[in-house]
T-cell receptor, first 112, second 111 residues
Framework: SQKIEQNSEALNIQEGKTATLTCNYT??????LQWYRQDPGRGPVFLLL?????KEKRKERLKVTFDTTLKQSLFHITASQPADSATYLC???????????FGQGTELSVKP | NAGVTQTPKFQVLKTGQSMTLQCAQD?????MSWYRQDPGMGLRLIHY???????DQGEVPNGYNVSRSTTEDFPLRLLSAAPSQTSVYFC??????????FGDGTRLSIL
């Protein structure tokens, strides 16, 4: 069955550095991949979607890569700020129509 | 524009009780889904719907029931609550393969 894995350990970095989060998947060839941010006590909020024919996508300080050969996506936050501290989730479509399966999320903590 | 609204925000039940978690969206999305989130396990899909009158099971459907009589509403029913159903429940809506919009969750404790 399809499986998604994200760094299970929390990532602690210093303000101003680049945070890199990993999402690996197996038994799957998704047409796209999504990244979400979740703050404590809140629902996930969509950040970026990258399609299988796109190697890289950027939005302000965020960059996502998608390597279909390695079956991996990397999520980068450049010039990180304490306000970037949150849990970041990757999600892949399970089939047509919007059904998503999620990784367990990686907690990011940016220290001043 | 309220987006996805879930009620209640918190609930405590006794084992064996039943209840309905409400979810409403005002974006005219055809796709709606319910997830539960447990520590270390991420979001797991319970049930989903691709339109009014159409529902299907997700990864962990046992003990839950859904119906979709309107585009806007997608209630989740716990038939006979069990302590294993203690969790945070999220409802989401979206259009086709577009990003999902989530509510802020219902925190459910079952004693």
């Amino acid at each position: 069955s399809q499986k998604i894995e994200q760094n299970s350990e929390a990532l602690n970095i210093q303000e101003g550095k680049t945070a890199t989060l990993t999402c690996n998947y197996t038994n799957y060839s998704p047409a796209y991949l999504q990244w979400y941010r979740q703050d404590p006590g809140r629902g996930p909020v969509f950040l970026l979607l990258i399609r299988e024919n796109e190697k890289e996508k950027r939005k302000e300080r965020l960059k996502v890569t998608f390597d279909t050969t390695l079956k991996q996506s990397l999520f980068h936050i450049t010039a990180s700020q304490p306000a970037d501290s949150a849990t970041y989730l990757c999600a892949l479509p399970y089939n047509q129509g919007g059904k998503l399966i999620f990784g367990q999320g990686t907690e990011l903590s940016v220290k001043p | 524009n309220a987006g996805v609204t879930q009620t209640p925000k918190f609930q405590v039940l006794k084992t064996g009780q039943s209840m309905t978690l409400q979810c409403a969206q005002d974006m005219n999305h055809e796709y709606m889904s319910w997830y539960r989130q447990d520590p270390g396990m991420g979001l797991r899909l319970i049930h989903y719907s691709v339109g009014a009158g159409i529902t299907d099971q997700g990864e962990v459907p046992n003990g839950y029931n859904v119906s979709r009589s309107t585009t806007e509403d997608f209630p989740l029913r716990l038939l006979s609550a069990a302590p294993s159903q203690t969790s945070v429940y999220f409802c989401a809506s979206g259009r086709g393969n577009q990003p999902q919009h989530f509510g802020d969750g219902t925190r459910l404790s079952i004693l």
